[in-house]
């Protein structure tokens, strides 16, 4: 089944204790990136990559780390998270050349910093 | 991109028919319309796009006006499932998905039994 898969699900952490949220896609895409989902504030693109090795800011990087040495993985990492990083979060994904027009996104991390 | 306008709520009906609707009086020559919807904090889900012409797929249909300022998502027969957030978002590239989704707030559709 054509996927995009995040863990963990939900995670309570500690302000400053580094944390990873991988995300993994088995459609081939080209394309990833992440939102995050804040009340009021609707989704915000985090990061996102073109391919592998390239990555680059979206609308809301500062706090936040990326890297894609892999084209089906796209970690989200957070060396040193603070309150303000609770949030819903979402990994997509797309194709550069199937003529889709479709994004596809994961079920969703819900991220608490205490 | 261009800015989207929505309804911030609707109801309808269980087995009538929804029109959710959109205004996008600023849209560009070179920008599509794209639906997507939220079901309660999954992620969201593409429904259909069009650029000019009405477009029709297993999930919905989309009326977009001659002039283009403005659309409409119609699910024909809604069920308790199509309960959700539907968001409307104008962007380039209709021949390729890839680049920044700009969610609004989109339209909270709640199907009653």
């Known amino acids: 089944e054509a996927q995009v898969t995040q863990n963990p699900r939900y995670l309570i952490t500690v302000t400053g204790k580094k944390l990873t949220v991988t995300c993994s896609q088995n459609?081939?895409?080209?394309?990833m990136s992440w939102y995050r989902q804040d009340p009021g504030l609707g989704l915000r693109q985090i990061y996102y990559s073109m391919n592998v090795e390239v990555t680059d800011k979206g609308d809301v990087p500062e706090g936040y780390k990326v890297s894609r040495k892999e084209k089906r993985n796209f970690p989200l990492i957070l060396e040193s998270p603070s309150p303000n990083q609770t949030s819903l979060y979402f990994c997509?994904?797309?194709?550069?050349?199937?003529?889709?027009?479709?994004?596809?996104f994961g079920p969703g991390t819900r991220l608490t910093v205490l | 991109d261009a800015k989207t306008t929505q309804p911030t709520s609707m109801d309808c009906a269980e087995g009538r028919a929804a029109n959710l609707p959109c205004n996008h009086s600023t849209i560009s020559g070179n920008e599509y319309v794209y639906w997507y919807r939220q079901i309660h904090s999954q992620g969201p889900q593409y429904i259909i796009h069009g650029l000019k012409n009405n477009e029709t797929n297993e999930m919905a249909s989309l009326i977009i006006t001659e002039d283009r300022k403005s659309s409409t998502l119609i699910l024909p027969h809604a069920t308790l499932r199509d309960t959700a957030v539907y968001y409307c978002?104008?962007?380039?590239?209709?021949?390729?998905?890839?680049?920044?989704?700009?969610f609004g707030q989109g339209t909270i559709l709640t199907v009653h039994p």
């Open positions: 978002i104008v962007r380039v590239g209709g021949g390729t998905s890839y680049g920044k989704l700009t």
């Open positions: 459609m081939n895409h080209e394309y």
């Open positions: 997509a994904s797309s194709s550069r050349t199937s003529g889709r027009n479709e994004q596809f």
